[in-house]
């Protein structure tokens, strides 16, 4: 059985444990155990491409998709400055490149994205810094604002609301509030 204390795992592992759990309680016939498996990694990535988030595993709290961000990644200077610790910065970059699996910027394990399962998702979405088309993303908006850079505007206003403290106290490294009179 899962619980909300298991590790995080990668989908393809799980998929072994839940065809496994399935089995037992035969939803899953046990005689077809790598049909099953197939059967059973179709059904996260169905999960993990989503469509409509309020409906997924994830989005009602049942379960917690996100991207691995390995351990002895060193969080970047800038963040630092800014007084963010290792996990936030941690989290910070998890729910930036989950922003990426939300737009289907992922490519599915042996998965037919024709299959209706993925319908509205049914294409490989790719990832480049700048420039939008079908099938392509762009990390950084060449216009206006994405979901990545509003996200970041509120983590920052949201810093810098922390710094303000009363008149002419310092509001973070080396920055002082200037009072309007």
Not at 19 to 47: F, G, M
Not at 102 to 111: Q, R
Not at 154 to 173: E, N
């Amino acid at each position: 059985m899962l619980s909300r204390d298991d590790e995080p795992e990668p989908l393809a592992s799980l998929a072994t444990r839940l065809r496994k759990r399935a089995e037992l309680e035969q939803v899953l016939d046990d005689d077809k155990a790598s049909l099953n498996r197939a059967t059973v990694l179709h059904w996260l990535t169905a999960e993990a491409l989503s469509v409509d988030r309020r409906q997924s595993l994830d989005g009602v709290g049942l379960a917690e998709l996100t991207v691995d961000v390995p351990t002895k990644v060193s969080t970047p200077p800038a963040l630092k400055r800014l007084g963010l610790n290792d996990d936030e910065a941690r989290d910070l970059a998890r729910l930036l490149l989950d922003s990426l699996r939300l737009a289907a910027a992922v490519i599915p394990p042996e998965e037919d994205m024709k299959d209706p399962i993925f319908s509205t998702r049914n294409i490989v979405t790719q990832v480049h810094q700048v420039g939008t088309e079908y099938g392509l993303l762009s990390w950084s908006p060449s216009r206006g604002m994405n979901r990545r850079l509003d996200y970041l505007t509120k983590v920052l206003s949201a810093l810098i609301r922390s710094w303000c403290l009363p008149r002419g106290r310092l509001l973070g490294p080396g920055m002082r509030m200037i009072p309007k009179f």
